[in-house]
């Protein structure tokens, strides 16, 4: 029986890609590394001789102890626990019912609607900015955890494009058959469609909160006091009049970075089931 020939040549053809896959994790992980760095250094060290070294000569704890104690940053955490958690709610609760119904209705314009949601997607926020200052000034809606409303004109429209597409994913026949079995719309729509969908709808969920965790310019805009910044916000005052408190920007950088790195370890599986779930169409 004739042996197949052997190929040394197959192994030598992955080091290119092994080499840059290790090279494009290092450019990513490395700034979050030199953070986590940057934060036990004292701040001398952040501008003296040991600027660059990777192991800090006097490791410190001051800069938590600052941004935790006198600068307030756990009070950042819980309004952006809020403002996200809210948020994500209400969004996923109104981008569901809306995308649904995009995906299962056929009516004139449909096409049009969903380039419209792409569309006010790319509308950037000093556009819209101005408009919703004025409308929460004369609501007295300002310096308040009203600020969850606007989130929608950044977060809605990517929601729903993302929904549409899960929704599209699931078969009509499924939707069919539980009506002939005399299952009403709402229980279909409960009993069938959702629990499909849940993957979608859980990234879904995940997204949107990232996206109002880090959210800035609306946040800095409308609630000007203090006690409602959020941690971006936040993090953007730790700094005196003549210089960026590097060492606290540091490690108030790793204290907010610990929540939504917790839900992504958490929930990888979740999140990359949903991603792929909805790329095709059965």
Do not use: C
């Not at 969903?114 to 509308?123: E, H, I, Q």
């Not at 709402?186 to 979608?200: E, K, N, S, Y």
């Not at 005052?237 to 060492?247: A, K, S, V």
């Not at 999140?271 to 059965?282: A, P």
Request: hydrophobic share 55%; no cysteine; charged share 10%.
């Amino acid at each position: 029986m004739a042996q197949q020939p052997n190929h040394p040549d197959a192994p030598k053809s992955k080091w290119p890609f092994l080499l840059l896959l290790t090279f494009y994790l290092v450019v990513v992980v490395f700034p979050f590394f030199w953070i986590l760095v940057t934060s036990f250094k004292s701040s001398g060290e952040i501008f003296g001789d040991n600027a660059f070294g990777v192991i800090p000569e006097n490791p410190t704890l001051d800069h938590y102890a600052s941004v935790i104690i006198d600068k307030g940053i756990l009070r950042a955490v819980w309004n952006s626990l809020i403002v996200s958690f809210t948020t994500t709610v209400y969004i996923i609760l109104v981008a569901t019912f809306s995308a649904y119904a995009i995906s299962r209705f056929e009516f004139k314009g449909k096409s049009v609607l969903l380039g419209l949601v792409l569309a006010v997607s790319m509308f950037p926020q000093m556009i819209v900015i101005g408009p919703i200052y004025n409308l929460f000034i004369e609501l007295g809606w300002a310096n308040s955890y009203w600020i969850v409303l606007p989130y929608s004109s950044i977060t809605l429209p990517m929601a729903v494009w993302i929904l549409v597409t899960h929704f599209n994913q699931i078969p009509l026949a499924l939707e069919e058959s539980a009506r002939m079995d005399g299952a009403t719309p709402f229980q279909t729509l409960f009993r069938i469609v959702f629990p499909l969908a849940a993957p979608g709808v859980f990234t879904t969920a995940i997204i949107v909160f990232i996206i109002a965790w880090n959210e800035f310019v609306l946040t800095i805009t409308i609630n000007s006091q203090s006690e409602y910044h959020t941690v971006p916000v936040a993090i953007s005052f730790l700094r005196t009049q003549f210089e960026i408190l590097w060492g606290e920007v540091a490690a108030a950088t790793v204290i907010v970075t610990i929540p939504t790195l917790l839900i992504v370890l958490f929930f990888q599986r979740q999140i990359v089931s949903g991603l792929t779930s909805g790329g095709v169409k059965e």
